[in-house]
């Protein structure tokens, strides 16, 4: 039969085998955060746009956005029951920050490409900085819950490959 | 629900007379029952749904899936679980101590909440609050619903109240001595809960009463999210810790063993009071307008949750294998089958444990920054959630309600077989649909959508056949599962009265040290070296107000400057009925 003190002894040794592992498990998540698994953890910051006047910001022309150097953006924004642009076409391997913004309810965006899954709040502008390689089309639809539309709600991502010319939307 | 309590003519004993207590504390749990047998009752629609089975279509009553899921998540996430959890940790801590906790105010706990039930039952069901159960705002439902939630809060809330004063007043009658263990345990969880439920009632009394009311304009949505979540996992530990009064400090009996520590016990539920309100920011990881630096230290804290629940892993463990040992059992593993596996009790519980092991390791993914962009709102969440809040306490309140109500009613348990089926097929139904919703999860099926008529999923659904599957005939196996567990309850509650002398006891444990105590030689000193440094550090435990306080510090140091930001810089935006 144990009696308590054996068991408070491997009781003891478990508690600090636990604490290892949380350590580790830190230690590790940061790991991945600093190596970007996910990108831009640290870099993008998040910025406002009251949701009802988008005039005179990018999110009035949604779509992707060639600047004068040459770097890309891509805004979208998120309605009831809709994506604008439903459909957005990237050259695959070249860097773009996408910028994602709700104009009505809490939407949501998931991409398997480029490891993006965002809440979109209601004027919270998600910024997304992003390099898409593998080219295809990839399909996905609003993940969170904002109303009776919600499973009709989709959203296409085009990754064209580098030799083509790229369209712009 | 009334209808189901037992009669109020009792041939020749008064069941209640001794322990009016047992009367609440019976209502609280048929209330709980009876609704989440009809959240229950709307699982294997959305299980079917995942199938791609639209039976929505054909349903007069309700409008939507959403509708339904609305249902399904208030009515057992947020409704069973609360009656549940006031009903056992009431009666618990009052049975241990031997005082009777004040009647008029239990039964007013009871009726605010029920009240508060009831009006938001009106406000989903005549699809006014087709919110799910996290209502995000700018989603407006009927003020009905939250004013509804919140008097569901505070019902609980007036409990929890009782119960700390009972432990107040026999603290004060009692200085030199050490809270009993499930006393201990119960008021823990309930200072834990008035910490962590301040989020929920700053948001619904502050934003979201008044704004459905239309005497605000608008509501910032990220607040509310964030007061939300405040109160969104920490609520997932007062659903658990219950769960762990039941291993911790009566499942040892059950088992035929003893408490292996409570000096763990206590410290387990110590770090739970202090770590498990100052981490809802890892739900917010993928929002947008909160620092990365406070979701890292807010995932770090998570992160040392997890030491209190091995230690429970271990020190529950170790019970067991004391009790099956005691009966026999030995070898490394062969005291297993040692344990008391034809007692439903103790099944469905060890069952819950045994499902918590991949929930919890789950949970641990969830709250990893990095991890979480792969399963953030998939189907992997709600995978998740069935296996901690829909197994783990389940599972065991099921178990506990196989003892608990004959001991209320003094009727015994009307089949002991159809109790274990029930438990079996609860536990096998989960692994199912665990497995089929997290699978779904890692391919990147969203959660609550009504896929059966989705349109946005391309050829994703194409390679989640066999996991959409698994989740819909997980969802016929649950059926299965809750018609035998809500049969033999309300066979039991109508079945006939046993004598006094038979009544079911309350399992209340034994624990090692107070054993090994009792067993020293009559002419020992009465108090060891080593039992005086126990004693030493569970009256330094006891102090639990010191505790709550600095839970609160740590509340807000973690949430404090996240919070103050939003206040001083707020977005409110305009509520939309979208359904």
Same mark, same amino acid.
């Given at each position: 039969?144990?009696?308590?003190?054996?068991?408070?002894?491997?009781?003891?040794?478990?508690?600090?085998?636990?604490?290892?592992?949380?350590?580790?498990?830190?230690?590790?998540?940061?790991?991945?955060?600093?190596?970007?698994?996910?990108?831009?953890?640290?870099?993008?910051?998040?910025?406002?746009?009251?949701?009802?006047?988008?005039?005179? !910001?990018?999110?009035?022309?949604?779509?992707?956005?060639?600047?004068?150097?040459?770097?890309?953006?891509?805004?979208?924004?998120?309605?009831?029951?809709?994506?604008?642009?439903? !459909?957005?076409?990237?050259?695959?391997?070249?860097?773009?920050?996408?910028?994602?913004?709700?104009?009505?309810?809490?939407?949501?965006?998931?991409?398997?490409?480029?490891?993006?899954?965002?809440?979109?709040?209601?004027?919270?502008?998600?910024?997304?900085?992003?390099?898409?390689?593998?080219?295809?089309?990839? !399909? !996905?639809?609003?993940?969170?819950?904002?109303?009776?539309?919600?499973?009709?709600?989709?959203?296409?991502?085009?990754?064209?490959?580098?030799?083509?010319?790229?369209?712009?939307? | 629900?009334?209808?189901?309590?037992?009669?109020?003519?009792?041939?020749?004993?008064?069941?209640?007379?001794?322990? *009016?207590?047992?009367?609440?504390?019976? #209502?609280?749990?048929?209330?709980?029952?009876?609704?989440?047998?009809?959240?229950?009752?709307?699982?294997?629609?959305?299980?079917?749904?995942?199938?791609?089975?639209?039976?929505?279509?054909?349903?007069?009553?309700?409008?939507?899936?959403?509708?339904?899921?609305?249902?399904?998540?208030?009515?057992?996430?947020?409704?069973?679980?609360?009656?549940?959890?006031?009903?056992?940790?009431?009666?618990? *801590?009052?049975?241990?101590?031997?005082?009777?906790?004040?009647?008029?105010?239990?039964?007013?706990?009871?009726?605010?909440?029920?009240?508060?039930?009831?009006?938001?039952?009106?406000?989903?069901?005549?699809?006014?609050?087709?919110?799910?159960?996290?209502? #995000? @705002?700018?989603?407006?439902?009927?003020?009905?619903?939250?004013?509804?939630?919140?008097?569901?809060?505070?019902?609980?809330?007036?409990?929890?109240?009782?119960?700390?004063?009972?432990?107040?007043?026999?603290?004060?009658?009692?200085?030199?001595?050490?809270?009993?263990?499930?006393? &201990?345990?119960?008021?823990? +969880?309930?200072?834990?809960? &008035?910490?962590?439920?301040?989020?929920?009632?700053?948001?619904?009394?502050?934003?979201?009463?008044?704004?459905?009311?239309?005497?605000?304009?608008?509501?910032?949505?990220?607040?509310?999210?964030?007061?939300?979540? #405040?109160?969104?996992?920490?609520?997932?530990? &007062?659903?658990?810790?219950?769960?762990?009064?039941?291993?911790?400090?009566?499942?040892?009996?059950?088992?035929?063993?003893?408490?292996?520590?409570?000096?763990?016990?206590?410290?387990?539920?110590?770090? &739970?009071?202090?770590?498990?309100? @100052?981490?809802?920011?890892?739900?917010?990881?993928?929002?947008?307008?909160?620092?990365?630096?406070?979701?890292?230290?807010?995932?770090?804290?998570?992160?040392?949750?997890?030491?209190?629940?091995?230690? +429970?892993?271990?020190?529950?463990? /170790?019970?067991?294998?004391?009790?099956?040992?005691?009966?026999?059992?030995?070898?490394?593993?062969?005291?297993?089958?040692?344990?008391?596996?034809?007692?439903?009790? =103790?099944?469905?519980?060890?069952?819950?444990?045994?499902?918590?092991?991949?929930?919890?390791?789950?949970?641990?993914?969830?709250?990893?920054?990095?991890?979480?962009?792969?399963?953030?709102?998939?189907?992997?969440?709600?995978?998740?959630?069935?296996?901690?809040?829909?197994?783990?306490?389940?599972?065991?309140? =099921?178990?506990?309600?196989?003892?608990?109500? @004959?001991?209320?009613?003094?009727?015994?348990?009307?089949?002991?077989?159809?109790?274990?089926?029930?438990?079996?097929?609860?536990?096998?139904?989960?692994?199912? =649909?665990?497995?089929?919703?997290?699978?779904?999860?890692?391919?990147?099926?969203?959660?609550?959508?009504?896929?059966?008529?989705?349109?946005?999923?391309?050829?994703?659904? /194409?390679? /989640?056949?066999?996991?959409?599957?698994?989740?819909?005939?997980?969802?016929?196996?649950?059926?299965?599962?809750?018609?035998?567990?809500?049969?033999?309850?309300?066979?039991?509650?109508?079945?006939?009265?046993? +004598?006094?002398?038979?009544?079911?006891?309350?399992?209340?444990?034994?624990?090692?040290?107070?054993?090994?105590?009792?067993?020293? *030689?009559?002419?020992?000193?009465?108090?060891?070296?080593?039992?005086?440094?126990?004693?030493?550090?569970?009256?330094?435990?006891?102090?639990?107000?010191?505790?709550?306080?600095?839970?609160?510090?740590?509340?807000?140091?973690?949430?404090? *400057?996240?919070?103050?930001?939003?206040?001083?810089?707020?977005?409110?935006?305009?509520?939309?009925?979208?359904?």
């Amino acid at each position: 039969m144990l009696d308590h003190r054996t068991i408070e002894r491997y009781e003891l040794g478990w508690l600090v085998v636990s604490v290892v592992l949380v350590v580790m498990l830190f230690a590790g998540v940061l790991g991945s955060m600093i190596s970007e698994t996910v990108p831009g953890f640290f870099g993008a910051r998040s910025s406002y746009v009251d949701p009802a006047h988008l005039t005179g !910001t990018p999110f009035a022309t949604p779509g992707l956005h060639r600047n004068a150097d040459g770097t890309l953006d891509a805004y979208i924004v998120a309605r009831a029951f809709a994506f604008q642009p439903s !459909t957005l076409r990237v050259p695959a391997g070249q860097r773009v920050t996408l910028h994602l913004l709700s104009v009505d309810v809490i939407h949501g965006l998931m991409l398997e490409q480029g490891n993006v899954n965002v809440e979109l709040i209601p004027g919270q502008v998600a910024n997304l900085p992003r390099t898409f390689t593998r080219p295809g089309t990839y !399909t !996905t639809e609003c993940n969170e819950y904002c109303g009776s539309g919600h499973q009709t709600m989709a959203f296409h991502l085009v990754v064209e490959p580098p030799t083509q010319p790229e369209a712009t939307k | 629900m009334t209808t189901t309590l037992p009669p109020r003519s009792v041939p020749d004993e008064r069941v209640y007379a001794l322990n *009016p207590e047992k009367k609440v504390t019976l #209502y609280f749990l048929v209330t709980g029952l009876v609704f989440l047998m009809v959240g229950v009752a709307i699982g294997p629609l959305q299980a079917l749904n995942y199938a791609g089975i639209d039976v929505y279509r054909s349903l007069p009553f309700l409008k939507s899936y959403y509708q339904g899921l609305s249902l399904h998540g208030v009515l057992n996430a947020l409704v069973f679980t609360t009656y549940f959890i006031s009903g056992l940790l009431l009666y618990l *801590p009052c049975r241990e101590l031997g005082v009777r906790p004040n009647l008029k105010m239990s039964w007013a706990g009871y009726w605010i909440m029920t009240v508060g039930v009831l009006m938001a039952a009106v406000a989903v069901l005549g699809n006014n609050a087709t919110l799910l159960y996290t209502f #995000y @705002p700018p989603l407006q439902g009927s003020p009905l619903f939250y004013i509804g939630a919140a008097l569901l809060v505070v019902g609980s809330l007036v409990i929890g109240a009782q119960v700390v004063t009972i432990w107040t007043v026999w603290k004060r009658r009692h200085p030199r001595e050490v809270t009993p263990l499930v006393t &201990f345990m119960s008021v823990a +969880t309930w200072l834990m809960w &008035f910490v962590a439920s301040l989020g929920l009632v700053v948001e619904v009394v502050f934003l979201l009463i008044p704004w459905s009311l239309g005497l605000t304009r608008g509501v910032d949505p990220l607040l509310a999210r964030t007061l939300f979540w #405040y109160t969104g996992h920490p609520i997932v530990y &007062f659903w658990l810790l219950p769960a762990y009064v039941s291993w911790y400090g009566l499942l040892p009996r059950s088992a035929g063993g003893v408490i292996a520590s409570q000096t763990m016990a206590r410290l387990a539920f110590v770090l &739970f009071l202090l770590l498990s309100t @100052p981490v809802g920011l890892h739900h917010q990881f993928a929002d947008p307008g909160i620092g990365m630096g406070w979701k890292v230290l807010q995932m770090l804290l998570t992160f040392l949750v997890v030491i209190p629940s091995l230690l +429970t892993a271990f020190s529950v463990g /170790a019970s067991l294998e004391l009790g099956a040992r005691a009966r026999g059992g030995g070898g490394w593993s062969g005291w297993i089958r040692h344990l008391p596996w034809r007692d439903p009790v =103790f099944v469905a519980q060890a069952l819950a444990m045994i499902t918590f092991i991949p929930g919890g390791a789950g949970g641990i993914v969830n709250a990893s920054v990095a991890l979480d962009a792969a399963v953030h709102n998939t189907a992997w969440i709600p995978g998740h959630f069935h296996i901690t809040v829909g197994t783990a306490t389940t599972l065991t309140f =099921f178990g506990v309600t196989f003892w608990l109500l @004959p001991h209320l009613t003094r009727k015994p348990l009307a089949s002991r077989r159809m109790a274990l089926w029930a438990s079996w097929l609860w536990f096998w139904g989960m692994a199912l =649909f665990a497995v089929g919703m997290h699978w779904e999860g890692l391919i990147g099926i969203p959660r609550r959508t009504y896929l059966a008529t989705a349109t946005g999923l391309g050829d994703m659904l /194409a390679r /989640a056949h066999i996991p959409m599957a698994l989740t819909g005939i997980s969802g016929l196996v649950l059926t299965v599962a809750a018609v035998l567990y809500f049969t033999v309850t309300f066979r039991t509650l109508f079945g006939p009265r046993v +004598t006094a002398a038979q009544e079911t006891p309350i399992p209340f444990s034994d624990s090692l040290e107070d054993a090994e105590h009792r067993a020293l *030689p009559a002419g020992a000193a009465t108090v060891s070296p080593a039992g005086a440094r126990i004693h030493g550090a569970q009256l330094v435990l006891d102090r639990l107000w010191v505790f709550t306080a600095l839970a609160l510090l740590l509340v807000v140091i973690m949430y404090g *400057p996240t919070l103050i930001g939003m206040l001083l810089n707020p977005h409110p935006v305009p509520g939309l009925r979208l359904w």
